[in-house]
């Protein structure tokens, strides 16, 4: 179960998979993963861990909750 706060981009990629979510695949100026035709970017890979706000808002985008993520 992955705690809400700083991950790194691989570990948020394997969280969402197993979500349902596919990718990344290539998008515009991001990578983004898709679950049918819904579509989230990713921010790009750099050096230090996603922080949580943009967690909180990535999980928005991708319609999922802080409990469901937890329970992941």
């Known amino acids: 179960m992955p705690r809400f706060g700083p991950i790194a ?3 948020l ?7 349902g979510f596919e990718g990344p695949v290539a ?3 991001h990578q983004a993963t898709r679950r ?8 790009n890979p750099h050096t230090g861990d996603i922080g949580r706000k943009l967690l909180k808002e ?3 985008q991708a319609q999922i ?3 469901q993520w937890e329970e992941l």
């Open 13 to 19: 990629i394997f969280f969402l998979r197993k979500a």
């Open 36 to 43: 049918g035709m819904h579509t989230v970017p990713i921010p």
């Open 27 to 29: 998008g515009g100026r």
């Open 58 to 60: 990535i999980l928005r």
């Open 65 to 67: 909750s802080r409990q």
């Open 9 to 11: 981009r691989k570990d």
